[in-house]
């Protein structure tokens, strides 16, 4: 944890908080702080800057805050992602939150399978879980913002284009003839297809609507890799 993250309810005046749940333990058997330690803390969608330990007792830590830093910049980058398997979605979560992505779109398509959509990690209270984890550990407080899109073709249609308006639009498949661009450092929406990748009418289907196909050379990875990977080449 190198970020505390706190919430509203944390505070019980203006620069004093309790924690008593998660953070707790984590603070006192992994991070193992005393009194009088400084730790670094940010309110949630809000400031970072440090808390001072003032009291350590058996069940909960007091700490005093001073929050006067804005959080990191985000990434300018809008990940449409086919939803992946429940395992693989909770490390994707958490990678690309850390990385600083701030708006993700899951969506279904033909090799994505129907009881996914099923999960229980698709409510937004586990969802939050995986991306504070993510902003714990790159000291981020800005939560991404999550879309579920179940109809493929209405979305690539009717919402993409508006969705991907002044960035470069960019469709990762193995089987494409030109190689995916690197350094490119300005906004994008980046489409990523399930394990197997996205079916040829699919691919046909966001290549018409202005997201051209581009491969990462003849290494076929799996997703949660490649999100990683592609993020890294795109903004190195």
């Known amino acids: 944890?190198?970020?505390?993250?706190?919430?509203?309810?944390?505070?019980?005046?203006?620069?004093?908080?309790?924690?008593?749940?998660?953070?707790?333990?984590?603070?006192?058997?992994?991070?193992?702080?005393?009194?009088?330690?400084?730790?670094?803390?940010?309110?949630?969608?809000?400031?970072?800057?440090?808390?001072?330990?003032?009291?350590?007792?058996?069940?909960?830590?007091?700490?005093?805050?001073?929050?006067?830093?804005d959080p990191p910049d985000s990434l300018p980058l809008t990940l449409v992602l086919a939803l992946p398997r429940p395992k693989m979605l909770k490390r994707i979560i958490e990678s690309v939150t850390a990385l600083g992505v701030k708006n993700i779109y899951l969506i279904n398509s033909w090799r994505v399978e129907k009881s996914f959509w099923q999960s229980p990690l698709l409510d937004h209270d586990q969802l939050e879980k995986h991306m504070i984890l993510g902003l714990e550990q790159a000291k981020d407080t800005v939560l991404p913002k999550i879309f579920q899109k179940r109809f493929f073709t209405r979305f690539v249609k009717q919402e993409l284009p508006l969705i991907a308006k002044n960035s470069q639009c960019i469709t990762a498949h193995p089987k494409a003839s030109s190689i995916c661009p690197s350094g490119v450092n300005k906004e994008i929406t980046l489409v990523i297809g399930p394990e197997g990748g996205f079916i040829d009418i699919e691919i046909d289907t966001l290549n018409q609507y202005g997201f051209p196909s581009y491969h990462i050379g003849s290494r076929i990875l799996r997703v949660e890799t490649a999100v990683t990977y592609l993020i890294s080449r795109l903004y190195s």
């Open 1 to 69: 944890m190198n970020l505390v993250i706190l919430y509203p309810s944390d505070f019980i005046d203006p620069v004093h908080v309790r924690l008593n749940d998660r953070r707790f333990k984590h603070l006192v058997s992994v991070n193992k702080v005393k009194e009088n330690d400084r730790i670094t803390c940010g309110l949630l969608n809000g400031r970072t800057g440090t808390g001072l330990i003032k009291k350590i007792s058996l069940d909960f830590i007091k700490m005093e805050i001073c929050l006067e830093h």
